[in-house]
Each structure stands twice: as C-alpha cells, then as structure tokens.
C-alpha cells in the first residue's frame, strides 16, 4: 500500500510540474502580451496579517507566474508560522485574519494557482537548502494543526468554483490540484470532518473529479476512516458502473475489516457480469485481492460462475480472430475494437496469473473449484485457460497435479474438444502465452494409456498448428516426429495421424517442415506396415503435390525404395514394396476432382506419369521371384486401386493387362482328369455350376501347388528357378483381389465380367482322402493341408468380391462358397490334427508372423492332468485324516487356477473332448495368420433371407430350383469373425495397452483391411447391421423356446439333435457378445457419437414397439432394456448367461438413473438358480463354466440390495441343502452351487462380504441412537454370516478353500478393528446387549482361525502358512483393542486373561505343543468350549457376560504367542 501511494504522489506531482511547464511555455508563445504584464509581477506586499506573517515565516508571495518564493526550510518555515500566530497578542482572532487574508489572496486564479503549485527557492535560500522539491504554499498549512481545519473548508468551498470550467487556456485542473494538497498529511486534526466533506463532493462532482477523488481517498484519509468510506463507496458502485475502477482500485488500498471486505466483495460479485470489459480486469484483481485461504475456494468458485469469457468476444471479433492469419491487412474501428478486446481479456488473464503465482491459496482453490464441477455443463474455457496458467506457474509438484487433473477432467467428459476449440479460436493471444505449457501437455496426453486423452492431446497439436505463428508449427511437428520415433504403437499411429490431418488440412504450411517429416524414414524398422503406409502418404503428399519445390524429399523416398526393394531380407522388401506403391499413389492421385481443371488437360503430367509406370515396373520386377513378395504386392495396389482416387492413365495401366495375367497364371480350361503326374490324385471339386461339363474353367490350384513344392526343392540345387516368374497359389487370393477391384473401377462395381470365377471348381484331390490322412505319408499329409489351406483363402476372397452383388444367382453362390468353406474348415482341423507340427502357408503378408501356429489342443493329457490332481487331493486327504470323503471338496476346480480360454470356442469339440479320450483337436481362431481376411461388406450376407437359385440345363432352360438359406454353420462363421473384428477396433474401456516396438504385432495379423477403417465408421456400420442382427437373435430364441416347450422345460435333453443345438447355442453367445462389444464402445460417451447411439439404441427399441416420433435416451435406454431382458428365459449356456447380464449393465450404464439395479441383480439370481446341462445330458463344468459362475455371482452380489442378507442366504440355506444331498447333488435353491463348484462360491461370498463391511462407517459418538443401531445390526449379520462361513472350513477342509478363508478371515477381521471396534467404543454404553452378542459370535470366528493357523503350521504348507504370521498379530490386537473398549468405558475389571489349547480344524488337540507348552509355559484354557457352557454364560450378569466374552477373546492372543 505505501509502495502504491508513493507512486500516486510522485504521479500527482508530476502533474503539477507539467502543468507549470506548460504554462511557462504558452508565456513564451505569447511574449507580446506578456510584456505589457511583466511589470505587475513582483511580490506581494499590502500590511495584511496573512501576507505579513509568511513574509516573517520565510515566504515571499508573487504575483503573475512567478512562483511563491521560500527562503527557509520547510519544517523551519512551518514552525516559525505557528510560532509567529501563536504568540500574536490577537491569538486565537489573529488565525481568522489569516485566513481571511488567505481568502482574499486566492480570489485571483493566479495567485491561487501560485499558491497550488510549489514554492520555488530564493537565492539565498538555494545556497543553504539541499532540498530539490519544495511542498505547495497551501500543503505547507495544510501541516500546521491550527490552520489546518478552516483551511480545508477554504478549500472545499474553491473547488466548485472550478469544477464546471472547461479547460482553461494554460490547461491547469485547478480542482485535481485542489485535491492533490489532501495527499499525504502528516496529521488529519478533525478526519471525520474530512471524510464527510469528501463524501458531499464526490455525490455532486463531475465524473473525472468523482474518479480523481475516488482515486485519491487511500492517500487522504487515515486508516480510521477507511471501513467508513468504504460503506460509501460500496453503495456508490451499484448506483454507478462508471466509477467501478476507481472505485475498486480505491478498496483495494484501504485497510477493511474482514466483514466489510465480504460485503464489498459480494457486491462487485454481483455486477460482474455487467462490467464493461475494460473494466474487467480491475475487477477481477480485486476480488483475487480480496481472498483469503479460508473463503478461497467459496470465492473462485463464485467467480468461476460469474465470469462468461463467450460475453468477452463478439462473434465478429472471433471469426476475425479465426482469420487474423489469413488477413493481415484488416482496418477499421472494428480491428481496434477486436483488439481492446483482446488485450483486456489478456490482461484480465495476466491477473489471475499474478495471483495463483504469489498466493498459494487462490491457486489451490483454482484447481479445488474446478475439480469439484462435475459435468461438462459447468466447465467453461476459463478452466482451461487457468489450467494453463497454472501449469506455468507451478512448481513440479503442483505441475503434476494439473497433469492429473485435467486427464482426470477429459476421461470424465468435462472437458473436451468443444472447448479447446473455443479456447484456441477465441484467445488465442492468451493460449500463445503458455505455449510451452500447451506443447508439454500435449506431448504427456497423447502418450496416455486413455483413448480419449489421447485423442484430446492430438486436438492440442492440431489447434497450436493452425492457430500460431511458425515458431510455434516448428515445435509442433519436432514434437509429432519425436513421439512417432518413440516405439509405442499407439503414440506412433495417434501422431502420424496427427501430421495426416495437418497435411490435409494445411498443406502449404507443413511442406515448410517436410525436412522434419523426412527424418522419420531412419526409424522405419519400428514402424508397422499401416505405419509405413501412413508414413509414405504424407512424405509423398508434400513431395509431388508441390511440383519442384519438394523435388529433394522426391529423390530420397526413391534412394530409400530402391534400397529396401533391392534387399534379399523379406522386412526390408516388404518396407520398399509397401513404400513404392503409397508412392505411386502419391504421384497419380487424382486431383480433379478435388481441383476441376479443363477436359483437355490431363489432370497428370507425361513426367509423372513416366516415373510412376517405371516404379510400378521396378517393383514387379524386384517382387516377380517371390510368391509372398507378388502378393503383398498385389495386396498393396489392389488397396490403391480400391480407393478409386487414381488418375485414369495410370488406373488404365495397372488394369489392362490384369485379367489375361490372372488367366495365364491361374486359369485352364476344365479337361478330363489326369492322375498320376501328382503327389495326391487329381480332380475338381466344388463346381456350382454345370456339374461335370466339358469346356469350362477351373482354377489349377493342385498343380501349381504341386510345381511351388517341387521348385522349392530344387531351388537350392540350381539357380535358373530365380531367372522365372514365381505363380505360385500364394499369390492366388492376392491377384484375384486386385483383379475383382480393377473390374469393380471399370464397370462401376459389376462383376459379370468375372462372375465365372465365382462358381468354377478348383482342381483338387479327392476329399475323401481325409478320412484317411493318417495312413498318408508326412509329405503328402502337409501337401493335402496346404491344398486346403489355399482352397479356403481362395473361397474367402471370392466371397470378398462378390457379396456385394444384386444379382440372386449370385447371392444364392455366395452363400454356397460360405458352406463350402464351412464344409473344408471341418476337414481341415481332421488334417492339421493329424500332421504336428506343420506350418500353413502364409495368408497375410504385411506382418511377421512371430509366433508359431498352437497346433494341437491335446484332450487326453489334459485329463490326466485332472487325476493326479485327484489323486493329490486324495493323498492330502489321507494326510490330513479327513473323515468325511462326501463333503470333503477335491474337485480339480477348486486347486486349479481358471486357464485363459478364447471367448468363442466351439462347442462341437468341448462335447468331444468329454467323450473320446487321447485324440488331438485344433482350433482354428490359432491359425487367424494364415487366412484370408473377410472385408466387412461380406457381413451384408446376414440380411440375406431365403434365396433361390436355378438350376440350367445345356440349353440354359431353368431345369430346377434350389433354395438356399444362411445356415447355423455358416452363421457362426460369419458372427466369430464379424466379432473378432469388432472386439480388436471397437475398444471397450477408455484404456489402452501401450505396446513397444511391435509387441503388438501379432495382434494385429489378419486385421490390414479394417485397420484402415475408424472405428466411428466400424461402429456406423455394426448399427446398421443390428436389424438383421436381431433378426438371428429372436430365431436363436424363438428356437430354444420351442425346444424347452416340447422338453418340459429342459433345454437340453438326450435324443436331441445335439449337434444342431450346440450352433444354435454358439450363435446365441456370438450375438449378444457382439451386441455387448458394440454398446460398450468407449466412444459412445464422446460427444460426436451420441446420435449414432441414440440410432443403435432406436433399433432395438423399435423391435420391442415401435415408435412414431423420435425418443429421448432415457426411454431409448429403457425400451433396449426390457426388449433384451426378455431373451433370458430361453439362455442354454452359463457363459451365454454372463454375457446377456453383462449386456444388460452396459445399457443401464447408459441412463442417468439407477433403476435396473434390482432386476439385474434379478436376473443374475434366477441364472444362479438354474440347473446348466448341455446337450448330451451332463451338467455343464469345468474351468470356463467356472469362471462364468463366479461372474454371475459377482454381478449378484454387487447389484442387490443387501449383499449381507444375499450371502446369508446362501449360506445358510444355500450349502446345507448342498450337504444334505448326495455326492453329485447340489443345492435346491441353488443348483449351480455343487461340491465342485463350492470354492467359487465360497470365494465370492467371503470377497463381498469384506468388501460389504468396509463401506459401514465407524461414525461419531454424537451419532444419533438409531443411526448408532443400525450399523450395530449391519455388524451383527455380517459377523454372522462370517461365522458361518468360517465354520464351513471345517467340513469342505481342502486346501483353496482354507487359503480364501486365511485371506479374506484377515481381511474381516481388519475392517472389524478399523471401523467395528470405534463404532462399540461409542454406542457400549447405550447398546451392551447388541455390543455384546457381536463380540461372542466373532470370538467362535477367531477361535476358528485360530485352528486353521495350527492346522497349516501342522501341515507345513507354504501357501497357507503366508497368511499366518499377518492374521495371528491381528488376532493380538483385537485382544488389546476389546481391553482399550472397555476401559474406555470404564469396565475394564470385567477383562481377565485365559489360554486356548492349540487345535486341528476338527477339534482335536495338538499334541506336537506339549513340548512348547512346557518351554512356553502356556497355561490351560478355562473356558469350556462346548455350546452348552457357553449358554449358560448368557445367564449371567452383564459385566461378568461381557468378562467372559473378553476373555475368551483374550484366549486367542496367548495362544499365539505360546504356538509362535
């Protein structure tokens, strides 16, 4: 506050002077007049008291412009003035003859002025006065305590005098220095006088008198005044917004009570959004001024509120903004108006920047405030901006936070794109001043494992690109290349597609920083084919789409392809042929149709039209030698021609010499069979159309096989196989893609040209064969799976080519070649079962395959597994004298943990591995590498009804007509793999795996084509396909419903088509996982995907009733709830069962409302009361089925109302119906809880019973009764439950449930010490009864435990003894704490001390502790343990119940330290 006054004065005073200046300087313009007036300057001299007395004092008054002259020092001039009145024989009159003469004297402007401005020093004076600055004639008397009262009425009776005037000819404001000589009084006589005299005049003043006055209040009145000028001023600016800055800057430097600073402090709250703008930062420093660490957080969450940024910028200054870089050249008021507008809000920026630097509190309660919002609704742009600030503020720590809570905000949906958009386009000038903080942030989100705070930190680089200045984009694409040079795979593709979009979106600027680009091709090794892809399209749009300029990033893409092109290494091949043909279509893209130019005019140029057909040449040449380097390169321009952006000369010559290649290689005319030439006798097969006609085509894929293998071999011996072009049946499905895209380009996507291909044979081997393959030799064993391999990747690709087409022959074929293909994959698992270690021919050809095939999936020795573990358990059982073999739970289940199986399985070869015993099944989901990847149009296939085909004879009459249908088979096909597809793009949580280098490698093999999908428009096209989708998912229902209903109620029952079921029911499982995959999408909580799931939801929806208008997501979610709520009467499997509940979470996620908690919990428990059988009439087990079970439980669990009673139920009514049935029997109320399914069950209930009691508070004593008795009785049945689950150790005694009941006993008992023990500390007094029978009940439980620790010591088991030595010094303190309960509540004689006999989990004694008995000297418990004894303690009294209690509590502890 004195720093500012000081500044206040020096600027007043300067004011003087230059008014002083100025006046000398229009003397000299006017000379001539003043000549005439000179004269009359001299001093002042007429015999009155007042001229009289400053002449005896030391002051010379001066007429005209001379200033009054002073010959004393101040102080000594002062004193001898008061000297001089004091002691005149007419004191007291004589001070008002002095003022009156003071009056008479300041009637002349001039003189008055002189009088204002300061004194000046005489000669004589200079030469004994060091003094440079010399106060003012009247600020001299102001200081001498007996003038100065009447001389302040002078004065203010002056001032109106001037206040009116305009401005003068020497352009002096006589009222501002009138006022100036109020500043800085040593001593104010009569300050109350003052401050009401101040308050008049600022009501009637004008409005720049009010604002100087206002202004000048701190540095007038004393610090005794300042709450009551501050009420004044506080009224004043809500009657008056023009006065808002002084007036603030005025209560800014007064010295206010903390009550009136709350006052004042609301009140400017409260006009905050009607403050001018350019007030606006003065406002805001106030209230930042104004905080205290008690009401900060209250304070910036009020400002928070009140302050609109949107109100800040009118629109046209934001478009203005949006443009600035395009328009350098703006004029006008409304630039200047855009600017202030700017510069205010900066400015208001740079005071919350002051403020959270310099005050710890105000920048806590930023960061408070914004956390505490929790919608998207109550973000606004301020708390991005400030979250800037504080960044660049903070010190690492406080950095970290921001970090934390702005990932925290973006995972949540708070702050997302919108508003870093609004951020960038409307302060810009303000987010340019953190662009360090900007850059760093956005280089630590995208490097997040969160899908969406990745995709918010590529929105940061984007917006910093486009909206700065060159510095700025340098930094921005130093840093994309750094993160795409990183390793982590996500980092590299989020970045590339960064620089993507920026090259799209900005091409001229980023071809400034395509040398930086270009460094990128050193760290290709790391780099994955899409990457590379990605990579080449943006080196090769910068380089050809800017003609010569990029002519040096030209000449090293081409040194770099012919260098990969040129390796015999197969990655570095791949590198260079991927890279050549991205290039290609660099060259030849099409840009008419983005750019139109004339007709005439070829849209490519003859140079680049040569060098695209010699690298198109150079890359044939250089892949024609190797079968899999010729297929991915046809892969690779079948992807470019699929495009459709190629110019037409060069889409004319990639495809005039395709078809007749294609025929050459692959292609002969159908002749009669010849054997004998080949390993496995010729023939073909699958001919759908004329059967056995003479003429026409077949596909020569058995030959070609056969002369791969052969060349092969002798490749190593002779070196003229390298000079030949390499046709290889490899190649076969690669070409043929090309081929159907260039015919699709040529005719507009009609395939009739080729539609031949569709139904032809393929030359083959007899299938029959198969049934056989054992007695084949290795050679030929290997020949016959690769034929098949080969077979199935050329049907997959022809149903690739033509599921798209109208045409009904044609469906009715496509669906034909997906039976086929069904058919083979049959034979195909009977060949690779029998030929270990065989490896397929390559399918995929942009990846490395790292990892082998899993060939074979052993069934025998998998059961063999089983029995030693059975033959373990039946040892340990010995071991441990079990007596109860009935009870006693040994199921290999239960010691096992669950294995990690695929999520569709088929069923066919569960029920086979049950029944034949020593035979090796194969799951093809292995072999994903080693087929052809199905395109996501074939998936239109599922719309498809019944079709019709026809049957020609020779003269093409139709002869017949077949129908034909999607069948189970070909269903499961097609949702596995639509499922696969889904669950790999489609990521379900907001998490993402970061993988290294290409760990990630092998999951993607398979996926290329839908890798260069987004999953926005995989998402698009799963809701499309969700009609039909429901159409299979009501026929899967419909047909289980019939079965129950003709079975009684049993779904599956002996005599029943058992393998028609086990489809249906693989179908039933495939669906509504890929309904849950789908509306589990991360991305539907992102806000641009809100109307695709509101269109998903709508679909569902309208299959239960559908609806006339457009429905709200609250009923669209309800509406999808009941529609797949009635699917769970009809579920045959467990795990078809998880998967249904599962679906039913999601959707009831997506409502704001809680309110299908009960019937999910419903639902769940009527899955746990149903009896699970498969087909062949065995009851479904196993680890799978496990696992399933212990979801279904969970999900229970977590959604009923009382888990405490949940668990009680099943445990007290649930497991004794279990031990009272028979050895294979299971529980009524609860079939799925058997003997072998116990230890889930167990560890479930014992998880969610601990998880249970930890949400019950421990609360305060000052807790109300009831609420006090609540949470005793929520304790009672837990201890309860606990007690009975504790106890059921001792009849299913195997060793995992001992380890879960070791584990989660101490868990309980924790929590019990935690938050039970503090709430009986309370509520003893009033509720001894209830504290007490809570205690006796868990003093059973902890004797209990107490067993299972000597029965795990006397075994030696490692696994059980860990959890010892933890849940033994628990047990100790839970003694100690029942002791410190009871003295604290004054009952402390009722605790004694006795000792427990260490025993098995029967109860028998441990006679191995004798020998520790006597070195230990325990002593014998005296308590009796039977239930009899201790009823009878009931009986007694409540101090000496609550003694026995304690004491058998304490029994535990020496029991520990005497087995310890």
Request: a negative charge.
């Amino acid at each position: 506050m004195v720093a500012k006054r000081r500044l206040s004065k020096s600027t007043d005073e300067h004011d003087e002077v230059h008014a002083k200046d100025l006046s000398r300087e229009k003397k000299r313009k006017i000379s001539g007049r003043k000549q005439t007036i000179s004269a009359q300057e001299g001093e002042v001299d007429d015999g009155t008291v007042f001229v009289q007395s400053l002449k005896s004092a030391g002051v010379t008054l001066k007429y005209g412009n001379q200033p009054n002259k002073l010959t004393l020092d101040q102080a000594v001039f002062q004193k001898k003035l008061y000297q001089t009145l004091r002691r005149h024989p007419r004191f007291p009159n004589v001070v008002q003859e002095f003022i009156s003469g003071l009056e008479s004297h300041i009637e002349d402007r001039d003189k008055f002025r002189n009088c204002l401005f300061p004194c000046g020093q005489s000669q004589e004076g200079e030469s004994s006065n060091n003094v440079s600055y010399q106060e003012s004639l009247i600020k001299l008397l102001l200081g001498i305590e007996i003038l100065q009262t009447p001389v302040i009425n002078t004065l203010f009776e002056k001032i109106p005098e001037f206040m009116y005037d305009g401005v003068p000819e020497d352009g002096i404001n006589m009222p501002r220095l009138i006022i100036n000589q109020f500043k800085w009084l040593g001593r104010i006589v009569d300050s109350k006088d003052l401050t009401s005299k101040i308050t008049q005049l600022i009501c009637v003043a004008p409005l720049e008198i009010q604002r100087h006055l206002i202004t000048s209040l701190p540095e007038i009145l004393d610090d005794a005044q300042h709450n009551g000028i501050a009420k004044e001023l506080n009224s004043l600016l809500q009657q008056n917004t023009q006065l808002t800055v002084p007036i603030l800057d005025a209560l800014s430097s007064l010295n206010l009570c903390a009550e009136l600073l709350v006052e004042v402090r609301h009140s400017v709250m409260s006009t905050l959004s009607a403050v001018k703008l350019d007030d606006l930062p003065v406002v805001v420093k106030f209230i930042l001024h104004a905080i205290t660490a008690a009401d900060a957080v209250e304070v910036i969450t009020e400002l928070r509120k009140n302050l609109e940024l949107e109100s800040c910028v009118l629109p046209s200054q934001m478009q203005a903004s949006q443009d600035k870089r395009k328009q350098k050249s703006v004029m006008g008021a409304s630039v200047n108006q855009e600017n202030r507008g700017h510069d205010c809000v900066a400015i208001m920026f740079n005071v919350i920047k002051a403020a959270v630097r310099f005050q710890k509190a105000t920048a806590e309660a930023w960061i408070k405030a914004i956390e505490i919002a929790d919608s998207a609704a109550e973000h606004k742009v301020i708390d991005l901006l400030v979250l800037l600030i504080l960044h660049t503020t903070s010190t690492s720590n406080s950095k970290k936070q921001v970090e934390k809570l702005l990932r925290s905000k973006i995972r949540l949906g708070h702050i997302g794109d919108q508003l870093l958009q609004v951020a960038f386009r409307s302060h810009a000038l303000v987010v340019r001043e953190y662009f360090s903080s900007v850059l760093y942030l956005a280089q630590i989100l995208l490097r997040s494992a969160d899908l969406s705070v990745v995709s918010f930190g590529s929105q940061m680089y984007k917006h910093t690109f486009m909206m700065f200045d060159s510095y700025c984009q340098q930094e921005v694409v130093g840093a994309l290349v750094t993160h795409v040079c990183s390793g982590f795979t996500t980092e590299v593709d989020t970045s590339l597609d960064v620089i993507i979009d920026l090259v799209s979106q900005s091409l001229s600027a980023m071809a400034i920083y395509a040398i930086f680009v270009k460094g990128i091709l050193d760290y290709m090794d790391n780099l994955s084919p899409q990457q590379i892809r990605k990579l080449f399209f943006v080196l090769g749009t910068l380089a050809f789409s800017r003609g010569q300029d990029g002519s040096h990033i030209q000449d090293d893409m081409h040194i770099v392809i012919r260098k990969q092109l040129s390796s015999t290494m197969s990655k570095y091949k791949r590198i260079g042929i991927i890279g050549a043909v991205m290039m290609v279509g660099c060259m030849a893209y099409d840009r008419s149709k983005v750019e139109p130019k004339p007709s005439d005019l070829p849209s490519m140029s003859k140079e680049s039209f040569r060098q695209a057909t010699a690298l198109l040449e150079l890359v044939r040449t250089c892949s024609e030698h190797s079968a899999e380097a010729a297929a991915l390169y046809y892969d690779e321009l079948a992807n470019l021609v699929q495009k459709g952006n190629l110019d037409p000369q060069v889409q004319e010559l990639i495809g005039r010499s395709v078809l007749d290649d294609f025929q050459e290689d692959f292609v002969v005319d159908l002749l009669p069979e010849t054997d004998g030439k080949y390993m496995l006798p010729l023939k073909p097969m699958h001919n759908l159309d004329e059967e056995d006609t003479e003429g026409g085509i077949v596909i020569n894929l058995l030959p070609l096989l056969s002369n791969s293998m052969t060349n092969t071999d002798t490749e190593n011996t002779t070196g003229k196989q390298k000079i030949k072009k390499c046709v290889s049946p490899v190649s076969l499905a690669s070409f043929f893609r090309l081929l159907r895209f260039c015919e699709e380009m040529q005719h507009n996507g009609n395939l009739e040209e080729i539609d031949a291909l569709l139904g032809c044979p393929l030359y083959m081997t007899n299938l029959e064969l198969v049934e056989k393959v054992e007695s084949l030799s290795k050679q030929e064993q290997e020949f016959l799976c690769s034929l098949l391999f080969h077979t199935l990747n050329w049907f997959r690709e022809v149903v690739n080519a033509f599921c798209k087409q109208q045409d009904t022959e044609m469906k009715g074929k496509v669906l034909l070649r997906l039976q086929n293909i069904t058919q083979l994959q049959v034979l195909l698992e009977k060949c690779l079962a029998a030929t270990p270690g065989y490896v397929p021919p390559l399918a995929n050809f942009d990846l490395e395959v790292t990892e082998a095939p899993v060939t074979t999936a052993p069934a025998a020795p998998a059961k063999k597994g089983k029995k030693g573990d059975q033959g373990k358990d039946q040892k340990s059982k010995k071991k441990q004298k079990s007596e109860d073999n009935k009870n006693s739970s040994t199921d290999s289940s239960q010691t096992e943990d669950p294995a990690e199986e695929s999520q569709v399985q088929s069923e066919n070869t569960q029920g086979k591995e049950n029944t034949e015993e020593g035979k090796v099944f194969i799951n093809l989901s292995n072999y994903r590498a080693y087929f052809r990847e199905l395109d996501i149009d074939v998936f239109i296939v599922l719309q498809c009804g019944l079709v019709t085909k026809s049957l020609l004879d020779t003269e093409l009459h139709t002869k017949a007509t077949e129908v034909v249908q999607l069948g189970s088979a070909e269903l499961v096909f097609l949702l596995e793999d639509l499922y696969h597809k889904l669950d790999y793009m489609l990521v379900a949580t907001a998490t993402n795996k970061m993988f290294f280098l290409k760990v990630q490698g092998d999951r993607d093999v398979g996926f290329s084509h839908l890798r260069q999908m987004t999953p926005q428009a995989l998402a698009q096209f799963a809701v499309e396909l969700l009609n039909p989708l429901c159409n299979h998912l009501e026929n899967v229902h419909n047909y289980f419903q019939v079965l129950i209903a003709e079975n009684n109620g049993v779904v599956d029952v002996l005599g029943a088509n058992v393998k028609e079921q086990q489809q249906m029911a693989v179908c039933y499982q495939l669906l509504l996982q890929i309904l849950n995959t789908l509306f589990a999408w991360c991305g539907f909580s992102q806000h641009g995907n809100r109307k695709l799931l509101k269109l998903a939801l709508g679909v569902l929806a309208n299959r239960l009733k559908a609806g006339d208008g457009e429905l709200e997501l609250e009923e669209l979610v309800r509406q999808t709830f009941r529609y797949l709520q009635n699917f769970h009467s009809s579920i045959p499997r467990c795990a078809t069962a998880v998967t249904l509940t599962q679906l039913l979470i999601v959707i009831a996620k997506k409502s704001l409302d809680n309110q299908d908690k009960e019937k999910i919990a419903s639902i769940a428990r009527g899955f746990l009361c149903q009896s699970w059988i498969l087909p062949t009439g065995e009851k479904e087990k196993g680890n799978k089925y496990n696992e399933a079970l212990e979801t279904l439980l969970c999900i229970y669990l977590k959604h009923a109302d009382d888990v405490l009673k949940s668990v009680e139920e099943i445990a007290g009514v649930g497991v004794p119906e279990l031990l009272n049935s028979t050895k294979d029997g299971s529980s009524n109320t609860f079939p799925t809880l058997s003997r072998q399914t116990f230890l889930v069950f167990y560890r479930v209930m014992m998880r969610e019973l601990d998880k249970s009691v930890k949400n019950i508070s421990a609360g305060l004593q000052s807790d109300p009764a009831e609420m006090q008795i609540e949470k005793l009785l929520r304790w009672n049945v837990a201890v309860r439950d606990f007690h009975i689950l504790v106890n059921l150790v001792k009849i299913f005694d195997s060793r995992p449930v001992l380890a879960v009941c070791l584990k989660h006993g101490r868990l309980f008992i924790e929590s019990f010490l935690k938050q039970g023990m503090p709430l009986l500390d309370n509520s003893f007094k009033k509720h001894r009864e209830d504290a007490q029978s809570l205690l006796k009940t868990l003093q059973l439980s902890t004797r209990q435990l107490h067993h299972m620790c000597g029965h795990s010591k006397l075994n030696q088991d490692t696994n059980l003894t860990n959890h010892v030595p933890p849940l033994k010094r628990l047990l100790e303190l839970f003694v100690c704490r029942v002791k410190a309960m009871l003295t604290i509540n004054k009952c402390q004689e009722a605790f004694w001390l006795g000792n427990l006999k260490n025993r098995d989990l029967q109860g028998g004694e441990i006679l191995s502790q004798a020998s520790q008995q006597e070195s230990g000297g325990e002593e014998e418990s005296e308590l009796p343990d039977n239930g009899e004894e201790e009823e009878s303690e009931e009986d007694m009294d409540g101090c000496e119940s609550d003694t026995r209690k304690a004491a058998r509590d304490d029994e535990e502890s020496s029991e520990d330290s005497g087995s310890e």
